[in-house]
Nanobody, 122 residues
Framework: QVQLEESGGGLVQTGGSLRLSCAAS????????MAWFRQAPGKEREFVAYIRWYQGSPYYADLAKGRFTISRDNAKNTIYLQMINLTPEDTAIYYCAAGAKRGATLPDYQYWGQGIQVTVSS
């Protein structure tokens, strides 16, 4: 069983930064592709970024390129999402996900965290 727990969300002003963390309780964490998704009010959940088991191969949605950085620490079973230059359009619930293979769609991931709120004020 895989358990994922997000932290680090909150309220930030436009132009600010946040770093989200996701701690995973799972064996063989390093073998999972880990991802971040987000869901804004009234919208579908959308892909943000994923990172495969080895560093150096992250993949980003267009919405994240240049502003968000995904990383992982396999020794701590944790992934991160560093976000800069945030705008109100980034307001959403951010979800951590784990899957056996890489992908940018929801069905690619078998395990999900509860999500954490990020609110960007104007």
């Amino acid at each position: 069983q895989v358990q994922l727990e997000e932290s680090g969300g909150g309220l930030v002003q436009t132009g600010g930064s946040l770093r989200l963390s996701c701690a995973a309780s799972v064996r063989s964490f390093a073998t999972y592709t880990m991802a971040w998704f987000r869901q804004a009010p009234g919208k579908e959940r959308e892909f943000v970024a994923y990172i495969r088991w080895y560093q150096g191969s992250p993949y980003y949605a267009d919405l994240a390129k240049g502003r968000f950085t995904i990383s992982r620490d396999n020794a701590k079973n944790t992934i991160y999402l560093q976000m800069i230059n945030l705008t109100p359009e980034d307001t959403a619930i951010y979800y951590c996900a784990a899957g056996a293979k890489r992908g940018a769609t929801l069905p690619d991931y078998q395990y999900w965290g509860q999500g954490i709120q990020v609110t960007v004020s104007s």
